[in-house]
């Protein structure tokens, strides 16, 4: 499977987005994680959907702020209430064993080209 994610942009503090991430194929054995990352730091996990259950995993830094749900082959992060320290390139991956349970970057192994957030007056 392949990934394409969009959506992204500038966007006032309190604002909202929604992110899109459009697969190439079916999901139902992927996990679909969204991610983050700012220049000179490790990528940051944010959310993740199973494909097997829909269940949903992770989101510590972002609290209930963002909601991730899945459509057909196209997962979706919906952020609300931005901040901005939720600045960063945001990009969607897939771990073909779909184990979001695992909460770590390691198992996902496809990852979409990123699309740029900017949060700011």
């Known amino acids: 499977v392949q990934l394409q994610a969009s959506g992204g942009g500038l966007v006032q503090p309190g604002g909202s987005l929604r992110l899109s991430c459009v697969a190439s194929?079916?999901?139902?054995?992927?996990?679909i994680g969204w991610f983050r990352q700012v220049s000179g730091k490790e990528r940051e996990k944010i959310l993740c959907?199973?494909?097997?259950?829909?269940s949903t995993y992770w989101s510590d830094s972002t609290e209930d702020r963002f909601v991730i749900s899945r459509e057909e082959n196209t997962v979706y992060l919906q952020m609300n209430g931005l901040k901005s320290e939720d600045t960063a390139i945001y990009y969607c991956g897939a771990d073909p064993f779909d184990r979001c349970d695992l909460g770590t970057v390691g198992p996902y192994t496809i990852w979409g080209q990123g699309t740029l957030v900017t949060v700011s007056s």
């Open positions: 194929g079916r999901l139902d054995h992927y996990g």
């Open positions: 959907i199973s494909g097997a259950d829909g």
